[in-house]
């Protein structure tokens, strides 16, 4: 596996195994930045991500508390936010449309959904599915950022983006706190998420495009509620914030090649 950690001063990646890590979150203020994580994309560009389906990645993992301030999770996305501009080595990306399949814990001061029928926060396991468009092309509407400052206009926007960008999730009863394996399975037509070998959540809204993997927690949150009120900033921590991972296994389009053959009898 190829997975680089990066973190924020004084936040900490801690590998105990060779697929075992803890990343760790200081306690701190409101206001300032704290985060950590491992990825196999940051130094790639978008067409050079690793993931297309067949995918299936399993770990196990806990949190230290079962309400962090702020968000984490494990699974895929397209990094649609990126704004280094290949700053600290990372690869020149623009902001592009979210396609992402993971299992997701957003705080309750986020609101991470466009429609008003699924769940945006708690631990989630979630989906998004948008259009490829070039970014350059998208670069053509940051003139309208401004107007999310205006209600009714940003209201008017989040419809847009509501038949632009296909989401579905479900919010999951589990104890994030006690250990619990997770897999999550993306096939062309199809995502799967399971918890502790048992069926917890299908959809066939599909991502779009090349993926990569990341795992992570932060002190971030967002919010784009129905009042289309936009919120963001980072929160608080009083206590040291433990994300602990155990035995990932990831298997791509090969390894499911070898898989079927071994089942139908040959050799992989």
């Avoid at 801690?14 to 704290?34: F, I, K, N, T, V």
């Avoid at 230290?64 to 984490?72: F, V």
């Avoid at 509407?141 to 999310?148: A, E, F, R, S």
């Avoid at 599909?206 to 795992?215: E, S």
Wanted: glycine letters at 8%; one cysteine or more.
């Amino acid at each position: 596996m190829e997975l680089h950690p990066r973190t924020t001063p004084s936040a900490e990646v801690r590998r105990s195994g060779p697929s075992d890590w803890d990343l760790a979150l200081p306690p701190g203020p409101e206001g300032e930045y704290r985060w950590a994580q491992l990825d196999d994309y940051l130094h790639r560009r978008r067409k050079d991500f690793l993931w297309q389906p067949p995918f299936r990645l399993k770990l196990r993992a806990k949190v230290s508390h079962a309400d962090i301030p702020g968000t984490w999770g494990f699974g895929l996305w397209n990094d649609p936010f990126n704004f280094s501009f290949g700053i600290g080595g990372t690869s020149r990306r623009l902001p592009a449309l979210p396609n992402a399949a993971w299992f997701f814990f957003a705080g309750a001061e986020n609101y991470l959904s466009f429609r008003d029928d699924l769940p945006a926060n708690g631990f989630l396991a979630a989906v998004f599915s948008s259009p490829l468009i070039p970014p350059p092309f998208l670069g053509l509407g940051l003139p309208l950022l401004p107007l999310l400052t205006v209600p009714r206009t940003s209201r008017l926007l989040r419809s847009t983006a509501r038949r632009l960008i296909r989401e579905d999730s479900c919010a999951l009863e589990v104890a994030t706190t006690d250990w619990h394996e997770y897999c999550l399975e993306w096939e062309p037509d199809a995502v799967h998420f399971s918890v502790d070998g048992g069926p917890a959540f299908s959809t066939n809204i599909v991502p779009r495009g090349k993926m990569g993997l990341v795992l992570w927690v932060d002190n971030q949150f967002a919010a784009y509620p129905p009042d289309g009120r936009v919120r963001m900033g980072t929160l608080k921590t009083e206590h040291q914030i433990n994300l602990e991972i155990m035995g990932v296994e990831i298997a791509g389009k090969e390894n499911f090649r070898k898989e079927t053959l071994q089942r139908q009898g040959f050799p992989g």
